[in-house]
């Protein structure tokens, strides 16, 4: 199947500094990426939705001046957590689809991020 | 009423055993239904995707009642290595997916 690949794998920084997260898709092109977070023993949240030349959109309840996304190329979409605090501390993950539909989501392997 | 909802287990069964999983959804004009499997610490996997006249993958068997909003996977003759949390997953309008809590299977020697 197709890879995402998404660095770095884990990341442990101080409260207030920022963390750039990568996702690439490897063997094809992704117009949108998706960006989610896992708190322990809970289900992935859908943040937001990454567009390729825009602007991304943001799910209710999520900052978007704190996790900054970019996507500038067809390959990469890029999460930054602005300031982190404590509360940040969680797993970060993405996934791009190859086409529409019903088509498989892939996932990169994820981010685990500890602000402390 | 959350979107999607499971039962978080653990499931403890022994190998060998069948066991059964469900998951309902409150989105009546979700369109596109999964499982996937999340090892400890791990990316979610792609398990298998849920037609409305049911399929089936090697040991795994998955059923869709839409007008329940009730999805459902059948593991039969476990093994030691489907010890992991499945994840009911739907997709909506949107692109992008809901997912449940999971439920996590323990599979006993």
């Known amino acids: 199947g197709a890879v995402v690949s998404q660095h770095p794998s884990w990341v442990i920084c101080k409260s207030g500094t920022s963390v750039k997260i990568e996702c690439r898709s490897l063997?094809?092109?992704?117009?949108?990426m998706f960006w989610y977070r896992q708190f322990p023993k809970q289900s992935l949240m859908l943040m937001a939705t990454s567009n390729e030349g825009s602007k991304a959109t943001y799910e209710q309840g999520v900052e978007k001046d704190k996790f900054l996304i970019n996507h500038a190329s067809l390959t990469l979409s890029t999460l930054t957590v602005t300031s982190a605090h404590p509360e940040d501390s969680s797993f970060y993950i993405c996934s791009a689809r190859v086409g529409q539909g019903t088509s498989e989501a892939f996932f990169g392997q994820g981010t685990r991020l500890t602000v402390v | 009423r959350k979107e999607v909802e499971q039962d978080p287990g653990p499931f403890n069964v022994p190998e060998g055993a069948t066991v059964a999983f469900n998951c309902t959804y409150s989105?009546?004009?979700?369109?596109?239904f999964f499982w996937y499997r999340q090892d400890c610490r791990k990316e979610p996997k792609l398990l298998m995707s849920?037609?409305?006249s049911g399929n089936e993958d090697g040991r795994f068997t998955a059923q869709l009642n839409r007008a329940s909003q009730y999805i459902s996977l059948l593991i039969r003759d476990s093994k030691l290595s489907d010890s992991a949390t499945y994840l009911c997953v739907v997709r909506g309008g949107a692109d992008g997916l809901t997912f449940g809590k999971g439920t996590h299977l323990i599979i006993q020697p």
């Open positions: 849920v037609y409305s």
């Open positions: 989105n009546s004009a979700s369109q596109s």
């Open positions: 063997d094809f092109q992704a117009t949108t």
